[in-house]
């Protein structure tokens, strides 16, 4: 069992930053791979970021790359996504997720955290 607990989010104007943060609970994490998915309001939750567990390989959705940075600490059990450059197109929940896949697609995830709330305004 994983559990997850995000944080960081907030109210930023476009061109700032934010890092949210996903401390996970459970002695297998760094065994899981971990994302970071997003859903807008009447929006399906998608894809931003991922890194896997072992060699730390990592995958951006189109939309973030160069602007989104994840990474993780295995020591701390924490993953983190620097997000510079925001948007007011990234206001949505982010969601932390962990995987024994992980990858790009929702359903190669067995955790979920409950969401961080990130509003970009312009």
């Known amino acids: 069992q994983v559990q997850l607990v995000e944080s960081g989010g907030g109210l930023v104007q476009a061109g700032g930053s934010l890092r949210l943060s996903c401390a996970a609970s459970?002695?297998?994490?760094?065994?899981?791979?971990m994302g970071w998915f997003r859903q807008a309001p009447g929006e399906e939750r998608e894809f931003v970021s991922a890194?896997?567990?072992?060699?730390?390989?990592?995958n951006y959705a189109d939309s973030v790359k160069g602007r989104f940075t994840i990474s993780r600490d295995n020591a701390k059990n924490t993953v983190y996504l620097q997000m510079n450059s925001l948007k007011p197109e990234d206001t949505a929940v982010y969601y932390c997720?962990?995987?024994?896949?992980?990858?790009?697609?929702?359903?190669?995830?067995?955790?979920w955290g409950q969401g961080t709330q990130v509003t970009v305004s312009s």
């Open positions: 997720a962990a995987g024994l896949r992980g990858g790009v697609t929702i359903a190669m995830y067995e955790y």
């Open positions: 890194v896997s567990w072992s060699r730390g390989i990592t």
């Open positions: 459970g002695r297998t994490f760094s065994t899981y791979a």
